[in-house]
């Protein structure tokens, strides 16, 4: 096993001022919101769902000089109201809900809205309007603060029980109907009003470490942001357990090796990933949607844009398994189902390609020739609801599985990663609609049985992809496209169903790179580091190590990556993948 040089904390450096505890924080925004006798400031801090308001409103009230603080809190609907709202849209299954198109008047409550509003033509002094919505109820602050929150840091507080939703209070509610909620209906809401306010907000603040905020101007933010949009960058990494966990990342990534295992890794899932500023020395943290919302054209590039709007649609994920077991044998969407059921406008496509595999590792893909569509269901249910064990060899091809293979999985397909294999995940963006078919009789990490699909399942299986149609079409479908001095490229897929191409490149020398307009990534498959710099010197050269995903914006344009330092002489590797425009 080579050494971990595998960066965990990638940055963008900015110029810039960052305030440092609340102590420090609170005296620049009463330097910022001092108040000359008779005068009114209105300070308005917009939250984000999963903030930590007992810390952010008692700290804010306590530092701020002759404050008179509003919590909209107060200004919702009763949650029963809320409640029924939502329900439609929430539905009663354990995981899937379907996307709302709601916004902060439909959770607040109109007359008690206008009724401070007049009361706040009338008041004097600082006052602070405060929490969900604010700047909706508030919408002139003389200045405005934005107190914001990744969503992998919500779902770790959803799962220590520690925050509610937009108007309810369900901290004690199971981590999956959080994220549920927040999926399908609170993070939206919060998304579309935080749209609006980057470009104007005076302030950012990054409470993701409890009890150690940290607050930049909003210039600094947005110069940040811009600077980004047009360099490669990495998203902070953040990894999990998983019931089928391996070993591999333990010593790749250099994580704690006293875990039982990691499973997961999201190495370039913006909607999820925080992006890091480094301002002064310090890491200051925010969702990496940030970019998204910000610098859409330029990050993505204007045909994938017109394509996708502001959704980033390519995802870099690991899976492993190495030292651990075989995933759920499952099933994602067809297109027109996951926008009938869920009204998701494209689907969860996706492809294995394997970074590494122990001997006799396989993977599970498509159906075998012959089988009878009725038997097969009626055995997974059998299987459900007796605790049978499901005979996954009679129904399931079981390919084997090598070091850089690469597996095409459009949606409709059965499949799942076999053990022994860590699996580097290219796939569209939605990434919660897994229809699980059978988990192998295990339990969750929670000591509870993990949701099991069916009857969605049964929906969208394509039977036609048998054993001749997979070999043919999913399995190493590879062929080569260029060649140079000291480098090859091949195109490796995905399926002609699928918008993203991946293409590889294998290489001792510099290869150039074109983004073609849209937003390029890529994970280092081989080598130790390569350095990826423009011809044009329009950004700094760039270092990149084994297994590390990055992102190349569309503004980029020509970029070259060739190996450095220890890989010099050694035959390197890349995947990369992009929104495919035409055949």
Not at 317 to 336: E, K
Request: overall charge negative.
């Amino acid at each position: 096993m080579r050494k971990s040089n595998y960066d965990k904390s990638p940055a963008t450096v900015v110029e810039g001022s960052l305030w440092k505890g609340w102590k420090e924080i609170c005296k620049q925004v009463n330097r910022v919101c001092a108040v000359k006798d008779g005068g009114r400031h209105i300070l308005v801090v917009e939250c984000y769902q999963g903030v930590h308001h007992d810390e952010l409103f008692t700290a804010l009230t306590a530092g701020l000089e002759g404050v008179t603080a509003i919590h909209t809190q107060s200004l919702f609907k009763p949650e029963s109201e809320i409640e029924t709202m939502t329900h439609s849209w929430l539905t009663d299954d354990r995981i899937f809900g379907r996307r709302s198109n709601f916004s902060y008047p439909d959770f607040l409550n109109g007359k008690k809205v206008s009724a401070l509003q007049e009361q706040l033509c009338e008041m004097s002094g600082l006052v602070l309007v405060y929490g969900h919505g604010a700047a909706e109820v508030a919408p002139n602050a003389d200045t405005l603060i934005y107190a914001d929150m990744a969503r992998w840091e919500i779902q770790m507080r959803s799962r220590r029980k520690e925050v509610d939703g937009l108007g309810v209070q369900n901290r004690n509610e199971a981590p999956s109907y959080h994220y549920k909620r927040g999926y399908f209906i609170d993070w939206i809401v919060c998304d579309n009003l935080k749209k609006e306010l980057l470009a104007k907000a005076d302030y950012w603040l990054d409470t993701h470490q409890g009890g150690e905020p940290k607050m930049i101007e909003g210039k600094t933010l947005r110069a940040g942001l811009e600077k980004t949009a047009r360099q490669p960058f990495r998203v902070v990494p953040f990894f999990d357990p998983a019931p089928w966990g391996g070993q591999w990342m333990k010593e790749v990534c250099n994580l704690d090796r006293s875990q039982d295992n990691f499973g997961w890794c999201f190495d370039c899932v913006p909607e999820e990933n925080s992006l890091y500023l480094k301002v002064g020395g310090e890491l200051f943290e925010m969702p990496a949607n940030n970019l998204v919302f910000f610098k859409t054209r330029a990050l993505l590039g204007a045909p994938v844009e017109s394509r996708f709007g502001q959704d980033f649609p390519i995802r870099f994920d690991f899976l492993d398994t190495m030292g651990g077991g075989n995933l759920s044998l499952q099933v994602h969407p067809t297109t027109q189902y996951i926008r009938d059921t869920f009204g998701i406008y494209y689907t969860q496509d996706e492809s294995y390609y394997l970074l590494d595999a122990d001997e006799g590792a396989t993977v599970y893909l498509g159906l075998k020739t012959g089988i009878n569509p009725i038997e097969m269901i009626a055995e997974l249910n059998e299987a459900q609801e007796t605790g049978k064990a499901f005979d996954t060899a009679k129904f399931v091809n079981q390919w084997p599985a090598k070091k850089h293979d690469h597996y095409l999985i459009p949606g409709g397909t059965v499949h799942c990663s076999g053990a022994g294999a860590m699996v580097l995940e290219i796939s569209a963006t939605p990434s919660i609609f897994t229809f699980k078919l059978w988990d192998w009789g295990r339990l969750g990490l929670d000591g509870q049985p993990r949701p099991i699909n069916i009857g969605h399942g049964s929906k969208v299986i394509q039977w036609e992809r048998n054993t001749e149609f997979t070999r043919e079409h999913l399995v190493n479908h590879i062929e080569p496209i260029a060649e140079g001095e000291g480098w090859c490229e091949e195109r490796t897929g995905l399926h002609e169903n699928e918008f993203i191409e991946t293409r590889r490149h294998w290489f001792t020398e510099k290869v150039a790179h074109h983004t073609g307009g849209g937003v390029n990534v890529l994970n280092v498959i081989e080598g130790d580091e390569l350095i990826v710099e423009s011809p044009m010197g329009t950004f700094a050269p760039f270092m990149v190590h084994y297994a590390e995903t990055f992102i190349i914006p569309a503004a980029v344009g020509e970029y070259t990556i060739r190996p450095y330092g220890t890989s010099i002489g050694k035959k390197c590797g890349t995947i990369k993948a992009y929104v495919r425009f035409k055949q």
